[in-house]
């Protein structure tokens, strides 16, 4: 499986970005799919979660405290590809975002989609500068 991310940049406070994630194969393949982002020095820090179903509907999704009621993730089972809608967007959010999946052989479960080690897949990285 393979991702790719795109959609990073730079941007003032207050203001918004929607990165995307195109996956190489069908999103119903998929047990789950994040984002996590990094700032140097700091360990990979899980932003936002979706489970997918059986069918490819949306099961379920998690966000990290920190963007609760900013971040969005979402997905577009034709186009392969899901996204993360960042609004009102801090200095804070400034870090290296990256997109990752799993098929589920070792099911993430809400008690661990945070920790980087349990997915499989991740994309090379987009930078994203709020300043």
């Known amino acids: 499986v393979q991702l790719v991310e795109s959609g990073g940049g730079s941007v003032q406070a207050g203001g918004s970005l929607r990165l995307s994630c195109a996956v190489s194969?069908?999103?119903?393949?998929?047990?789950?799919m994040g984002w996590f982002r990094q700032v140097p020095g700091k360990e990979r820090q899980g932003v936002a979660v979706?489970?997918?179903?059986?069918?490819?509907?949306?099961?379920?999704?998690r966000y990290a405290d920190s963007v609760k009621g900013r971040f969005a993730i979402s997905r577009d089972n034709a186009k392969n590809t899901y996204y993360l809608q960042m609004n009102s967007l801090k200095p804070e959010d400034t870090a290296m975002y990256y997109c990752?999946?799993?098929?589920?052989?070792?099911?993430?479960?809400?008690?661990?989609?945070?920790?980087?080690?349990?997915?499989?897949?991740w994309g090379q990285g987009t930078q994203v500068t709020v300043s």
């Open positions: 990752t999946a799993d098929v589920g052989v070792t099911p993430v479960g809400v008690d661990t989609w945070s920790q980087a080690p349990m997915y499989a897949y």
């Open positions: 979706i489970w997918i179903g059986k069918n490819g509907e949306t099961t379920q999704t």
């Open positions: 194969e069908s999103i119903n393949n998929m047990y789950c």
